[in-house]
């Protein structure tokens, strides 16, 4: 498999998935690939016009980038078809925005099992924030809110561990609900045997030739039921996470 | 009905369940209650020594807030009954915590469809932050995360509206993920027809003879869509969210 998981597409006052760019040039050339299927289902609050035309700003927000980066973007919401858009894919880019919107649009489409077999065999998937959290085996670390019940809490399955992007050590002054570490507890909790990594902004997760890197300007931290956190540094193999 | 809404249970550096005491021990008093039946099914990193053990904590840590105020508390975990329990119960108090789990655990036992009728029927009922959003018609604007997957994501529906515990008005610093305001305004894209109230630390939402209170520190938030949110001051009626 080949994936790009990032924790988040912009860093706080820079410009649009300013961060990750040479992290998606590198992708994107590596892989030979010209052109990209988005997926923008987690994008919705983009237009007061309705769901499709938030969609339309929001591949047309990823196309600017994605065509400075080298290019074609074609988003799975303009298509009558969008399995077969799927399987005629180069690559898959998912975007961020509400995961469980995101992932009830590709259970009500059937996207999801069309999405997991081509990368598993090994079809190029980028994903930034919700489009990170899909990749894991279900959407229980998502830091978002639940404001649309979707079909099955399961993803895609494509790496064995979760992901919880955004990753953030404190609560904000004088806040008393649970910090991050406190909510990833709970989900161990009842999943004592799935690892959570904490992926903190301007960082991503590189899985290539079953090798996974953390790459980025923060350490990640890893959970693991009945542990002490382990934080590990930018650069490291943590394939062990794989297995 | 007769309700007793929270925000949560202790503001940042104080002690337990201290904030609300005043107002809890009103509401014991005016509905002469000398015994409550505790629902702990949300708190459940409490112990490493099981969910059990946990909830036993949970249960033991609210019962001496309510013995200073002068009722007893039993616990429906420690009944083999609990369908039962809940029948005979002069008030239920709902603790916070993980709300996927509280919900999920009422679903398995059975618990929503009794609650619902006895609590419609004048039962009083008391929540505190996942105890307040199970009063809603859904769990659609917890702040939790989905830790574990619940039948259905509906609750008691004692309420029309939704509640937003611990809302909170800004991110930390720096951090570039959604605010609470951007995904209550997500809530509302497809959920148009339902609004939301911003319940900050602190204050807390009565109903009785019909009417709706905010009581507490701050102002409240409510949320439509495609309006300008409105800040709601302490002390005010708001029983046109009823209707």
């Not at 769901?51 to 980066?69: C, G, N, P, R």
């Not at 259970?107 to 997991?116: A, D, N, P, W």
């Not at 404190?170 to 959570?196: C, S, W």
Request: proline share 5%.
């Amino acid at each position: 498999m080949n994936l790009l998981l990032i924790s988040n597409s912009t860093m706080a006052g820079e410009e649009y998935l300013l961060w990750p760019r040479p992290h998606i040039q590198n992708f994107l050339q590596e892989n030979s690939i010209t052109e990209v299927c988005f997926v923008p289902y987690a994008g919705i609050s983009l237009s007061s016009e309705g769901l499709e035309a938030s969609y339309d700003i929001y591949a047309e927000k990823v196309t600017s980038v994605f065509k400075m980066l080298g290019a074609k973007l074609v988003s799975v919401h303009t298509s009558d078809d969008p399995k077969q858009m799927i399987r005629e894919a180069q690559a898959v880019v998912v975007g961020g925005g509400n995961t469980f919107h995101l992932v009830f649009q590709l259970q009500s489409f059937g996207l999801m099992e069309v999405i997991r077999e081509r990368v598993k065999k090994g079809l190029p998937f980028m994903g930034w924030s919700a489009g990170s959290n899909i990749a894991c085996p279900s959407l229980m670390t998502t830091n978002d809110m639940p404001i649309i019940e979707p079909i099955s809490f399961k993803t895609l399955g494509l790496i064995p561990f979760q992901i919880n992007p955004h990753y953030l050590d404190a609560n904000p002054t004088g806040h008393g609900g649970e910090t991050r570490e406190q909510r990833i507890n709970e989900f161990l909790i009842v999943n004592k045997n799935t690892k959570v990594v904490g992926l903190r902004e301007g960082c991503l997760l590189s899985v290539k030739d079953g090798k996974l890197k953390i790459i980025g300007s923060k350490s990640l931290r890893v959970f693991e039921y009945g542990q002490e956190p382990k934080e590990i540094d930018p650069g490291q193999d943590i394939s062990f996470l794989l297995h």
